[in-house]
């Protein structure tokens, strides 16, 4: 199950300062996203060490099981069993990246 990201919300929209209530999502006058940018340095560091971690384990995962099940690497992710591989296109391009920069 997908963990839905905590949106800090505010009582003014940030772009025409419309009164909002904390339940809505997008400001009702001019469509911005209701959510407060300022975010704790506590929360930024969270967040970070979340995506790597994230990033690492689909990375690893993904890797694995190339070089061990090629095939069933490529039955399951066009059946549709996607989130737990990495996609591809960003595969390619990471491994692009630190190919070349080294």
Request: contains cysteine.
């Amino acid at each position: 199950m997908r963990k839905r990201k905590v949106r800090r919300k505010t009582h003014l929209c940030p772009n025409c300062e419309t009164v909002l209530e904390r339940n809505e999502n997008y400001c009702h006058d001019c469509g911005q996203e209701n959510h407060n940018l300022n975010a704790p340095m506590k929360d930024l560091i969270m967040e970070f060490i979340g995506g790597i971690t994230f990033f690492e384990t689909k990375f690893i995962e993904t890797v694995k099981i190339i070089f061990t099940h090629p095939g069933k690497l490529t039955l399951a992710f066009n059946s549709g069993k996607r989130v737990k591989y990495m996609h591809p296109v960003r595969m390619y391009f990471g491994v692009s990246a630190i190919f070349f920069s080294s």
